[in-house]
């Protein structure tokens, strides 16, 4: 019983009366007891279930003791992404998100004491303390919720980190608090996943409607960063990071940002490769020929970040930003993964385990070793999109800890297949170096893209929103905006690039663009390039094309660089591809422009609205 360790916080009336009315109470004091918190005693599966009026019990989730860790399971196909829809904002406060009484019809703070009343009712409850944010400036945070939840507590702790019992000092005043409350889901949401935001002037209160960890034990926490960044002028970045060495050990960092999706994760991964070693670099979608490169020595990979990055407001000497990892474990989506050795290492990580591992829509027996690329199936023949990981920083080779100089910030786009007969935005060639101005440009529209894997739904060209997390903040598109507009007039010294995953015009390349253009930038050491190396786009929204790229002695195919030199697609299909980009680009973009937009950011904008030139954005700021 920890309910003597309950001085040492300081909460509000409400919140400390559920703690002092639960019977049991549990403050884990190690990750082996979360961990057997999570399969709920020596059960070989754990059966996440709640009584719901009307329903009786429902079982939400299944968790199966694997050799190598906890195999959880969503019983409704639903609960097994994100919906991107799930946020909902309950207080007052300056937003452009959606409000509970809008939604749905009344205010929410009946639903906030119902809450806090089924809390205080169950029999036992844990809450874990953690830091939101990296371990020098984060904010003290914690989370409530039932104890048979176990695996979504260890989960965040794996993401967030925790704060054992016995180390939580005096005067813990949690600035973010968590309350997970699944049979809401049902009772009050139509079954719905609901993360309902309430910003007090202490504390972030965030209510969390459903078992998914995706919109709030990860997604969450990133909208408390967000916030207090909003209220002291920085900016939590919806990026991974490298720091690259190069075969004659120079090092260089590349920052990736981007919709779900759009290649955070694999910036950090190492090349996939044929069992020969080759790279099938592209396949032509219409004639089924293969482009192949070999690349023996790579760059060595260090991981810096995985999908959030802390830019706080003060950039490095040089003027370039600086970041540091907003996390302490990784949610890594394996879907690429359909056999043994697409990725050897994670595959010996994940297989034998430091320790063991929280996997989600992962197809684990009990007793056996739950394999990475056995996905659970959605239906017969279909397997879940969204596989899971959640993998400590800790156990990452290489890993990065402590401030990085970012010396190319790039961005990664979804992109279809695009042909003559049947054009769409897949016009983005290998690597486009940007001008800073379209590099803002790029964050404002942030596509989400072509098949998203890690949502309910994404058809078509659809804005994640400013930054590309824009999903996950709760003030004011225009606020961020305006700070990403000033980090970039902050760190002139750090490059922009746009590179594609998935197509390029008429060819498949999954996310060899990214690998193979990390090769070559930091091989480089930067993306200055002379005017001979590189000329303005045929659509100007891409910035500068490559005229020739040659990596390892290898020279890249022309067009896969530019893309309306594809037969397959030619000018006509390219500009119909254009077109696309720019009607969805103009549509966007129009939100912004407001009085309370930065002066210069109007002015950028209305280069892209009057259909301006590649040097028209230069001259606003220099590259």
């Not at 919906?83 to 959606?98: G, N, Q």
């Not at 990452?396 to 910030?409: F, I, L, Q, S």
Request: net charge negative.
């Amino acid at each position: 019983m920890d309910k003597k360790y309950l001085d040492r916080f300081v909460l509000a009336p409400e919140v400390r009366s559920i703690l002092n009315r639960v019977p049991s109470l549990i403050i884990p004091n190690s990750r082996e007891q979360l961990l057997e918190i999570t399969f709920q005693g020596k059960t070989d599966v754990h059966e996440v279930a709640y009584q719901v009026p009307g329903k009786g019990r429902y079982l939400e989730a299944t968790v199966t003791r694997c050799k190598n860790g906890a195999s959880v399971n969503y019983t409704d196909m639903y609960m097994r992404r994100r919906d991107p829809d799930a946020m909902v904002i309950a207080d007052d406060l300056p937003t452009d998100k959606t409000r509970y009484l809008d939604r749905f019809g009344k205010p929410f703070e009946s639903t906030r004491v119902e809450t806090i009343e089924w809390l205080a009712s169950q029999a036992e409850l844990i809450i874990l303390p953690f830091i939101s944010g990296d371990d020098e400036s984060g904010y003290p945070s914690l989370l409530i919720a039932p104890s048979n939840a176990g695996f979504f507590v260890t989960g965040l702790a794996d993401l967030q980190g925790f704060i054992p019992r016995d180390q939580v000092p005096q005067e813990f005043e949690p600035v973010g608090i968590l309350f997970l409350a699944p049979p809401f889901r049902h009772t009050h949401f139509e079954g719905k996943q609901v993360v309902v935001h309430n910003r007090l002037e202490k504390v972030h209160e965030l209510f969390c409607f459903n078992l998914y960890p995706g919109p709030s034990a990860k997604k969450g926490v990133y909208s408390i960063l967000i916030h207090e960044g909003e209220k002291n002028n920085w900016v939590t970045l919806h990026s991974s990071a490298v720091r690259l060495v190069t075969p004659y050990d120079n090092e260089f960092v590349i920052l990736h940002e981007g919709a779900s999706g759009g290649g955070k994760s694999e910036m950090t991964q190492a090349i996939h490769r044929e069992t020969d070693g080759r790279i099938v670099l592209a396949q032509n979608t219409v004639t089924k020929d293969k482009i192949y490169l070999e690349m023996t020595d790579t760059c060595g990979l260090h991981p810096v970040a995985d999908d959030m990055a802390i830019a706080h407001p003060s950039p490095s000497g040089d003027g370039k930003l600086s970041i540091t990892d907003a996390e302490n474990g990784w949610f890594l989506r394996v879907d690429h993964l359909e056999e043994y050795g697409t990725e050897p290492s994670l595959e010996k990580l994940c297989t034998s385990p430091p320790e063991p591992l929280i996997f989600l829509n992962i197809d684990g027996k009990p007793g056996a070793t739950a394999l990475i690329w056995e996905h659970t199936m959605d239906e017969p023949g279909k397997p879940c999109p969204n596989p899971r990981i959640i993998m400590p920083r800790r156990h990452v080779g290489n890993v990065v800890t402590g401030k990085v100089e970012v010396d190319v910030r790039s961005f990664g786009v979804r992109t279809p297949p695009t042909t003559r007969e049947k054009p769409n935005y897949g016009i983005i060639g290998m690597l486009h170096i940007l001008p800073p101005a379209l590099g803002w440009i790029w964050r404002l529209t942030a596509p989400r893209g072509h098949a998203n894997p890690s949502i309910v739904s994404s058809k078509g060209l659809v804005s994640e929103g400013v930054g590309s997390y824009w999903p996950f903040a709760t003030g004011k598109m225009v606020t961020q905006a305006n700070l990403l507009l000033e980090l970039t007039l902050k760190t002139p010294n750090t490059k922009y690039v746009l590179i594609p995953n998935q197509y390029i015009g008429a060819y498949h390349v999954g996310f060899k663009p990214e690998w193979i253009s990390r090769e070559y930038i930091a091989r480089r050491g930067s993306v200055k390039l002379r005017r001979g190396q590189m000329e303005e786009s045929r659509c100007p929204l891409l910035g500068y094309s490559l005229s020739s790229l040659r990596v390892n002695g290898q020279d890249i195919p022309h067009t896969l660089l530019q893309v309306q030199d594809q037969v397959e697609v030619g000018h006509d299909g390219y500009d119909a591809g254009a077109k696309i980009l720019f009607d969805f680009f103009k549509e966007e973009l129009k939100q912004y422009k407001t009085s309370e937009l930065h002066p210069l950011g109007r002015d950028i904008i209305d280069v892209v609205m009057g259909g301006g030139e590649v040097e028209d954005y230069v001259k606003l700021i220099p590259m």
